[in-house]
């Protein structure tokens, strides 16, 4: 038994009103980051004791995920986290699990995409787990290359999957099944479930904060293929954010042939703090901020030990341009922003994220936020977009 206090949700701006697809400067990564500062909010994340991120579409199977979300979610780099491979069993087993304050994150690229983020065992509604029953009916699977291939038999995971393991339940009546599609999951819930976008990890996340919008409690069901996991969420108050941009058609971009740059591990090191966690260097002497930190302050020329102190996510549009012509290994056409942020006088170059390249315009408002920037070589480098405000309805809460 566990509780929880608060859901974040994250989704790409991209798609259709009723399936989400990632940019090419999104995956599994930038997509739980999103959702984890949605779920942290305004609170303090140092009271995050733990992170557990559950995904079957890590990009860097080898490791090398935990400490980009850690960065990302602004969390100590000593805070415990773990990957697990799952959907949205695994997500319900693990919130109803948190012993101390856990961010639990599914997190779903492929296919039809988002996040979600659920912080537990802070209070808020109970929920405890009341089944399970963990079977084998592999219909989707995947070779060493990562190519899928789907059995293709709905019938049969119906019929001798998700229905005899809910027989094997007791024939439990939820009031959303997260995993399955809208209408396996309309056939097993009692009244209308809400509709879901996603069918992976992030499934429950997306069920549990839907319930939370209507004041509801009750059973909620979490399937993976023929697994299944039955918990009873309590009465309890739930704050939901919502980072959820409202959906667009993803623009037509050209893969130029061709590799990018080719990586370099060590810069890829030293910069890997003050550029995802967003940090610049402030001088010991006059207090002059440097971003990306310098050894020698570019004000005073003191060589004093500079203070790592976080920059404002939120800017203004200082200066752009749109980049028409291809560069191997890159779709382009493609804009770069200068953002000013906030009134630091602290000016990033960046890459537009989240609107048609040219869209934006000098003096937009929008904010940073955590985007995959290349991939080079098979390494996922992480780094800021620019996310114009113009992106978000206005009826949608905005992540800070
Ligand atoms: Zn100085």
Same mark, same amino acid.
């Given at each position: 038994m566990s509780t929880i206090s608060r859901i974040g949700t994250a989704l790409p701006p991209w798609g259709t009103a009723t399936a989400r697809q990632v940019g090419d400067d999104e995956d599994a990564v930038t997509l739980a980051v999103a959702a984890g500062l949605a779920a942290i909010g305004d609170t303090d994340p140092n009271v995050i004791n733990q992170v557990v991120v559950v995904s079957r579409d890590f990009p860097l199977l080898e490791g090398g995920n935990s400490a980009a979300i850690l960065a990302g979610l602004g969390l100590r780099e000593d805070v415990r986290i773990s990957e697990t491979i799952g959907g949205s069993p695994a997500v319900l087993d693990a919130v109803a699990g948190a012993v101390h304050t856990t961010l639990v994150i599914g997190t779903d690229a492929a296919g039809s995409a988002g996040a979600s983020a659920i912080v537990c065992g802070a209070g808020g509604a109970p929920l405890g787990i009341t089944g399970r029953v963990t079977r084998s009916m592999p219909v989707v699977t995947r070779d060493a290359n990562g190519n899928s291939s789907d059995y293709a038999d709905p019938r049969l995971l119906r019929e001798r999957g998700v229905n005899e393991s809910l027989s094997r339940l007791g024939t439990p009546t939820p009031l959303v099944a997260a995993g399955l599609a809208a209408r396996e999951a309309a056939a097993v819930c009692t009244g209308t479930p809400p509709p879901l976008l996603?069918?992976?990890? /992030?499934a429950i996340g997306f069920a549990i904060a839907a319930l939370a919008d209507q004041g509801a409690a009750g059973q909620v069901l979490a399937a993976e293929q023929a697994t299944l996991v039955l918990a009873e969420l309590g009465a309890g108050s739930i704050t939901v954010a919502r980072d959820e941009p409202s959906a667009r058609p993803r623009p037509d971009g050209k893969l130029a042939p061709g590799s990018s740059v080719s990586v370099s591990l060590s810069a890829y090191e030293r910069a890997f703090d003050p550029k995802l966690r967003l940090e610049a260097g402030k001088c010991g002497s006059c207090g002059e901020l440097s971003y990306p930190p310098r050894h020698r302050c570019i004000e005073c020329g003191s060589e004093k030990p500079t203070l790592l102190v976080p920059l404002p996510r939120h800017g203004v549009v200082y200066s752009l341009a749109t980049i028409r012509v291809p560069v191997p290994g890159l779709i382009s056409p493609y804009t770069v922003v200068i953002v000013e942020l906030g009134d630091t006088g602290v000016r990033t170059l960046v890459r537009l994220t989240g609107a048609t390249p040219g869209s934006v315009k000098i003096d937009d408002t929008g904010s940073l936020v955590f985007r995959l920037v290349a991939v080079r070589q098979g390494v996922p480098d992480y780094g800021y977009g620019f996310l114009p405000d /113009?992106?978000?309805?206005?009826n949608k809460e905005v992540a800070a």
């Amino acid at each position: 038994m566990s509780t929880i206090s608060r859901i974040g949700t994250a989704l790409p701006p991209w798609g259709t009103a009723t399936a989400r697809q990632v940019g090419d400067d999104e995956d599994a990564v930038t997509l739980a980051v999103a959702a984890g500062l949605a779920a942290i909010g305004d609170t303090d994340p140092n009271v995050i004791n733990q992170v557990v991120v559950v995904s079957r579409d890590f990009p860097l199977l080898e490791g090398g995920n935990s400490a980009a979300i850690l960065a990302g979610l602004g969390l100590r780099e000593d805070v415990r986290i773990s990957e697990t491979i799952g959907g949205s069993p695994a997500v319900l087993d693990a919130v109803a699990g948190a012993v101390h304050t856990t961010l639990v994150i599914g997190t779903d690229a492929a296919g039809s995409a988002g996040a979600s983020a659920i912080v537990c065992g802070a209070g808020g509604a109970p929920l405890g787990i009341t089944g399970r029953v963990t079977r084998s009916m592999p219909v989707v699977t995947r070779d060493a290359n990562g190519n899928s291939s789907d059995y293709a038999d709905p019938r049969l995971l119906r019929e001798r999957g998700v229905n005899e393991s809910l027989s094997r339940l007791g024939t439990p009546t939820p009031l959303v099944a997260a995993g399955l599609a809208a209408r396996e999951a309309a056939a097993v819930c009692t009244g209308t479930p809400p509709p879901l976008l996603t069918v992976g990890a /992030s499934a429950i996340g997306f069920a549990i904060a839907a319930l939370a919008d209507q004041g509801a409690a009750g059973q909620v069901l979490a399937a993976e293929q023929a697994t299944l996991v039955l918990a009873e969420l309590g009465a309890g108050s739930i704050t939901v954010a919502r980072d959820e941009p409202s959906a667009r058609p993803r623009p037509d971009g050209k893969l130029a042939p061709g590799s990018s740059v080719s990586v370099s591990l060590s810069a890829y090191e030293r910069a890997f703090d003050p550029k995802l966690r967003l940090e610049a260097g402030k001088c010991g002497s006059c207090g002059e901020l440097s971003y990306p930190p310098r050894h020698r302050c570019i004000e005073c020329g003191s060589e004093k030990p500079t203070l790592l102190v976080p920059l404002p996510r939120h800017g203004v549009v200082y200066s752009l341009a749109t980049i028409r012509v291809p560069v191997p290994g890159l779709i382009s056409p493609y804009t770069v922003v200068i953002v000013e942020l906030g009134d630091t006088g602290v000016r990033t170059l960046v890459r537009l994220t989240g609107a048609t390249p040219g869209s934006v315009k000098i003096d937009d408002t929008g904010s940073l936020v955590f985007r995959l920037v290349a991939v080079r070589q098979g390494v996922p480098d992480y780094g800021y977009g620019f996310l114009p405000d /113009s992106t978000f309805t206005q009826n949608k809460e905005v992540a800070a």
